[in-house]
């Protein structure tokens, strides 16, 4: 705020395919599988995920990201969400080659970051730049189902009409992914709740003029309460909505979104176990992702081992 294994194919009657064919089929190839899955070995609570938001062990990653990636796997978590995609590569790693050493330890990356905005979208050609759509293309290539985008740019948040024109490049940016057999979705701040234009939250036009068949939001129930946003409410507002979830707590603090900052689960003023269950009875949500960006003094790694276990300590 970032493998699949190479088959040998006969070169009998093969027809060359260029990246973004390749791309696309292999995406919904790995659906394909998924669903069978799913479907014949499906267990209990499969249907909810838990994952981490890497972002939580930002300064591990950056220090020693294969052996941090090895512990969060010994931790005993399966998915996880990246938030460090530069210059086409994730952590380092070109798409093939993360994929590979995240199915090597196990993982499976549902979703990731990558903020969209100015750079990405051409407003005179109407069309997707080629950086976005590389990105898209790895995300499939990892195996994601969401791009996330978790920043609006303020450029978009001055006026309701052009706030309302970007959120029809949403719509489009959801047929991109959606090709490619994937869903665009949104993460919140705290801004969203607290800016109106024209007397209407940011939020809710967002949410007014995004088709939910192709965008899918990402409610962080943290980041949003020093704005005033309250996540009982957004979900009462809006059933079926939010297909992921930031299960986050918040305490005191005299700097981060609005005098709140990020602490373990449990402790802080959020309520969460009443907040996802919420979520998982009426808002939609099937992707659960940890995140803690403050720490009070506890070393990251021991922070999302906590979370983890009061996560399966409420059923998760």
Known sequence: MPNFNVRKFSTINIKPMNRRDFVSNSAKAFAGSVLLSQS?????????????????????????????????????????????????????????????????????MPSGHTVFGKGHYDEDKKQFTDTWKRLVDDAAICGQKYVISPWLDIAYR?????????????????????????????????????????????????LQNTDPKLVAQQLDIGNMYGGGGRAAELLAQYPGRFELMHVKDEIKSTGE???????????????????????????GTTQFIIEQESYQGKAPLECIQENLAMMKKWGY
């Open 158 to 206: 001055k006026d309701f009409d052009q706030l309302k024109r970007f959120m029809d490049v949403f719509n489009k940016n959801g047929e991109l992914c959606q090709a490619a057999g994937m869903k665009f979705g949104y993460h919140n701040h705290d801004f969203e709740f607290s800016l109106k234009l024209s007397s209407v939250k940011v939020y809710d036009i967002m």
């Open 257 to 283: 979104h609005g005098g709140w900052e990020s602490a373990i689960l449990g402790i802080g003023v959020i309520g969460v176990k009443d907040i996802i269950d919420m979520g998982k009875k009426s808002g």
């Open 40 to 108: 014949v070995f499906a267990r209990k609570k499969a249907k909810h995920a838990v994952g981490i938001q890497l972002y939580s062990v930002r300064a591990e990653m950056k220090k020693d990201p294969m052996a941090t990636l090895k512990k969060v796997a010994e931790m005993g978590y399966t998915n996880v969400e990246h938030a460090n995609y530069v210059n086409g590569k994730f952590y380092g790693w070109t798409a093939s080659e993360f994929r590979k050493i995240l199915d090597d330890l196990g993982l499976k």
